[in-house]
């Protein structure tokens, strides 16, 4: 059974940090592009970072470029994404997901595995 589980949120005051850590297990995730969303109180999910697990060319919403940073630990089967400077406007549930290799990786669509999220709150 394929299994995604978020962990690392929580409250924190704008200008601050959190990672987020996502633990893949249930498969062979090697071949999979690794992907993390947002979704706010009634917006759509949105794509925020996306990697591959080798760690090459990892893809970044405009709006978090420059202060997130998304990491893979293939060790651990992990997935991180530091985020730093946070602003009030990244409050969100934040989600891991997993996809098999192919384009557009910012495309929710493409995703076929998810986690359950983990929620966080950035005070101002």
């Known amino acids: 059974q394929v299994q995604l589980v978020e962990s690392g949120g929580g409250l924190v005051q704008a200008g601050g940090s959190l990672r987020l850590s996502c633990v893949a297990s249930?498969?062979?995730?090697?071949?999979?592009?690794m992907g993390w969303f947002r979704q706010a109180p009634g917006k759509e999910r949105e794509f925020v970072a996306a990697?591959?697990?080798?760690?090459?060319?990892?893809a970044y919403v405009d709006s978090v470029k420059g202060r997130f940073t998304i990491s893979t630990d293939n060790a651990k089967n992990t997935v991180y994404l530091q985020m730093n400077s946070l602003k009030p406007e990244d409050s969100a549930v934040y989600s891991c997901?997993?996809?098999?290799?192919?384009?557009?990786?910012?495309?929710?669509?493409?995703?076929?595995?998810w986690g359950q999220g983990t929620q966080v709150t950035v005070s101002s």
């Open positions: 990697i591959s697990w080798n760690g090459v060319n990892p």
């Open positions: 997901a997993a996809r098999p290799v192919g384009s557009r990786w910012s495309d929710r669509s493409g995703y076929n595995y």
């Open positions: 249930g498969r062979t995730f090697n071949s999979y592009i």
